[in-house]
Nanobody
């Protein structure tokens, strides 16, 4: 089994920065891709950023140039550095670890609120 735990959410003013962290524990050797998703009230959950075990990345268009995803395979962790935050970034952010046919695992979510 795999456990996924997120941290780092909070309240920040527009233009500010926040760093989210996620750590996977347990049988993590099959994890290939780690993602950050977010879901705002009344909206569908959307993929924000993705990174695979070879450090290839993918970003939602609206966060390109502002957010950076990084990964430490040795520590089974992934981070999301969020800069120049906008009110539209307000959402619950979820970490997601994918291990192909072995399964997929969601974190509990961490609230990010961008407001003046």
């Amino acid at each position: 089994q795999v456990q996924v735990v997120e941290s780092g959410g909070g309240l920040v003013q527009p233009g500010g920065s926040l760093r989210l962290s996620c750590t996977a524990s347990g049988s993590t050797f099959n994890i290939y891709t780690m993602d950050w998703y977010r879901q705002a009230p009344g909206k569908q959950r959307e993929l924000v950023a993705r990174i695979n075990s070879e450090y290839t990345t993918k970003y939602l268009d609206s966060v390109k140039g502002r957010f950076t995803i990084s990964r430490d395979n040795a520590k089974n962790s992934v981070h999301l550095q969020m800069n120049s935050l906008k009110p539209e970034d307000t959402a619950v952010y979820y970490c997601y670890a994918a291990a192909g046919s072995y399964g997929s695992y969601w974190g509990q979510g961490t609230q990010v609120t961008v407001s003046s």
